[in-house]
């Protein structure tokens, strides 16, 4: 049987060496293709012909970039009107690779701490050119919450600047884990149904029991990869407000 970690293994498609690097087209590019191909159909096909009465795929684009607006506006506020693309972009995308790897024979781009981390690193470098070319020196304060007594200073700062360095991994952490483990879980009772189905006597009969909690467990994955989408880009709008409002 099958080891479970064999989905997130990244095979070459078409092998390919420059300069003595491996450059090849792998299943993960071909997927992370997929998903972006699929981010400009959804988009293209839905505002191609933008009407005043919306039809339903105009109805999908517009809701889901309503929903993006909301979220910038509570989290950051009227500034934040200016990054709508940005994170819009990055929702829909993380989004729509979460659901395709969740598709028979796909392959989870999510599931990498490669691909996560590269996401959550443009993250906190784009949050932090914001906040400096916005605050200038000013941006340390957000290191020293207001009203801090000086004797805590030495303990609070690094705290704090900890803190502020360690996003982009639990960002890109958060993301990878929960895909990983949730197709884990996917591969394993799978793995039941196969080997109770080959058994003789009553066990293939028992085998409807991890098909049943495969099924629950699928629409789990559904849910997880909706919501871990949004807390990717709820992050991000918490992240940018600090930069953009600053308010230490």
């Not at 709508?84 to 990055?90: G, K, R």
């Not at 400096?132 to 000086?150: I, Q």
């Not at 805590?152 to 982009?168: G, M, N, T």
Request: proline share 6%.
């Amino acid at each position: 049987m099958a080891s479970p970690l064999e989905q997130f293994q990244i095979k070459p498609l078409v092998p390919l060496e420059v300069a003595g690097y491996d450059v090849s087209f792998t299943n993960a590019a071909l997927f992370m293709t997929l998903a972006l191909v699929a981010t400009w159909a959804f988009m293209f096909f839905g505002m191609r012909k933008a009407e005043l009465v919306p039809g339903r795929w105009q109805s999908a684009v517009e809701s889901v970039h309503e929903f993006v607006v909301g979220m910038v506006d509570e989290n950051i506020g009227p500034k934040g009107r200016a990054y709508v693309p940005f994170i819009f972009s990055l929702f829909i995308f993380v989004l729509i690779a979460n659901l395709i790897g969740l598709l028979p024979y796909a392959f989870t781009v999510t599931s990498h701490i490669a691909v996560t981390f590269a996401f959550a690193a443009l993250v906190f470098l784009i949050c932090l050119v914001i906040g400096v070319a916005k605050h200038g020196f000013h941006f340390l304060s957000l290191f020293l919450p207001p009203g801090t007594p000086w004797y805590l200073w030495w303990i609070i700062i690094p705290i704090e600047l900890i803190s502020f360095l360690s996003r982009p991994i639990t960002l890109s952490v958060r993301l990878f884990a929960n895909m990983t483990a949730g197709h884990i879980l996917l591969k394993v009772f799978a793995g039941f149904i196969i080997s109770l189905g080959l058994a003789g006597g009553l066990l293939p009969l028992i085998g409807v029991l991890p098909m049943a909690m495969n099924v629950a467990l699928y629409a789990l994955e559904l849910l997880v990869a909706v919501v871990q989408a949004y807390v990717f880009a709820l992050l991000t709008c918490v992240y940018l407000n600090d930069s953009v409002n600053l308010s230490h």
